[in-house]
């Protein structure tokens, strides 16, 4: 057993056997119904699902192609000939002659040649079905992670907006306060630098926020406006809800669209040194053809119309071909190998990824309890500063900036958890992968 297989069972031992999948109400959709509207309309929205459809369809034909090469093929030829025929001591004869002929052929044994081009159509039809649920899989992912983005940007704005309100009222304050000599012009330019910096950051947050939804608009197809106000119920969530702490890997279902794709590859290569094979063998087909043609009769200048009807095996047998097939043989062969050692190398990589993402998760669970430690902290700071500013023993900065710090927490908190959001769905989509494209791909 090499040192990979034993570091996947001591982990599938530490971490239990159960397959991780969130929670319905863990999902950004429960908390915004245009979200939910957004990815139930992603199939006929995205310009990126329809093209890969559109590709699934394609490779249905190809599938169609290569069993058309198996079955029976059926045909008409008619062919009409005028015939100058120079006899001696003759003048020139003029004729004209008629042939018909209907016709049948089968392929009857290739040494699995055919076969195994429609295994190849089969293979390329699946992988493209499982890259389309894939894909789907993975957009709607990033719909709910870019539309938390959105959600909090537009949060971020409203608090920016709201301190701008703020700085303008404690700016004219002071103002008023520095005629009465109750404030120095230093404080009242501390107060108006303030304020422009606050003013700075809005525009550039409206350039960014605007800059997003052109994204998501792309990503998902919607053009509609979003609604993008924080609501009660996912404000409650991101402060209250308990979140898992245990995520357990079962190895055997962790799986990703670029392992599925490399098996596929690996088997179609099998198929390929299939094919090669073939080709210096023989080949036979079932041939039956019926037709009618026209010859002189014996003695006479008329006519004679012939039936003919031919049943039979054909046999085609290529002997040698300059090392054409043996070329094909090695190169795909060569090319399996590399696959499967890409296989390998990728299997590897992806079970470091969904372990780290893991312990990124059991870390953000931590971080999300102390970031709510700290607004209760700096909630108490506001309210004491409020109280000490009531009393005048603080001004409106000192009082200003505990404000800003609990909000600034808010905000921390709501980035953890809109990240412990994207790494659960991430995980989700490695670990049910076989739930995410369905089991008709199989």
């Known amino acids: 057993m090499s040192l990979f297989n034993y570091i996947i069972l001591a982990t599938l031992l530490f971490r239990g056997f159960g397959v991780f999948a969130s929670s319905v109400h863990e999902k950004p959709e429960y908390f915004f119904s245009q979200l939910r509207h ?19 369809t394609e490779s249905s034909a190809d599938v169609l192609h290569a069993r058309a090469e198996k079955g029976f093929k059926f045909g008409i030829n008619i062919s009409n000939h005028s015939i100058h025929q120079d006899s001696p001591n003759d003048d020139y004869n003029h ?3 008629t042939f018909s002929q209907v016709y049948l052929r089968k392929p009857l044994y290739h040494w699995g040649a055919l076969e195994a ?8 039809e699946i992988t493209k079905y499982e890259i389309f649920q894939s894909r789907k899989r993975a957009l709607v992912g990033d719909c709910r992670s870019l539309f938390l983005q959105l959600i909090l940007d537009q949060y971020r704005l ?40 606050k003013k700075i950051e809005l525009s550039e947050q409206l350039v960014q926020l605007e800059t997003k939804k052109a ?28 979140f898992t702490s245990n995520y357990a890997i079962l190895i055997a279902a962790a799986d990703s669209m670029e392992i599925r794709h490399l098996r596929h590859l690996i088997r179609n290569e099998e198929k390929m040194k299939r094919i090669a094979d073939s080709q210096l063998k023989p080949k036979f087909n079932l041939l039956s053809t019926f037709y009618q043609d026209q010859i002189d009769a014996i003695g006479s200048q008329d006519n004679l119309q012939r039936n003919n009807f031919l049943v ?57 309890n102390l970031s709510r430690r700290m607004i209760g902290i700096e909630k108490r700071k506001v309210a004491k500063s409020k109280m000490e500013y009531d009393l005048g023993k603080v001004n409106y900065s000192t009082y200003l900036t505990h404000l800003l710090h609990l909000d600034e927490s808010y905000v921390s908190n709501l980035e953890l958890v809109n990240k412990y959001l994207r790494l659960t769905d991430l995980y989700d989509q490695y670990i049910n992968f076989e739930e995410n494209i369905g089991a008709n791909s199989k």
């Open 38 to 56: 957004i990815i139930r309309g992603l199939d006929s929205n995205s310009t990126e699902l329809l093209q890969l459809k559109a590709g699934i």
């Open 95 to 97: 004729h004209f002659r």
């Open 117 to 124: 081009q429609e295994d190849i159509a089969l293979e390329n």
């Open 158 to 197: 409203g608090l920016t907006k709201k301190y701008i309100d703020l700085a303008q009222k404690n700016s004219a304050n002071i103002q008023k306060k520095l005629g009465l000599d109750l404030e120095t012009q230093l404080n009242l330019d501390k107060a108006l630098s303030y304020e422009i910096s």
């Open 215 to 242: 994204e998501f608009a792309s990503l998902s197809g919607y053009s509609e406006d979003l609604d993008l106000e924080m609501n009660d119920k996912f404000w409650l969530f991101s402060l209250d809800h308990n």
């Open 312 to 368: 039979g095996i054909e046999a085609n047998w290529a002997i040698w071909d300059s090392y054409r097939s043996k070329a094909q043989r090695k190169a795909a062969k060569a090319r399996q190998e590399k696959f499967e050692h890409l296989l390998s190398q990728r299997k590897k990589e992806f079970f470091i990824k969904v372990n780290a993402i893991a312990d990124e998760l059991s870390s953000l669970n931590d971080r999300i």
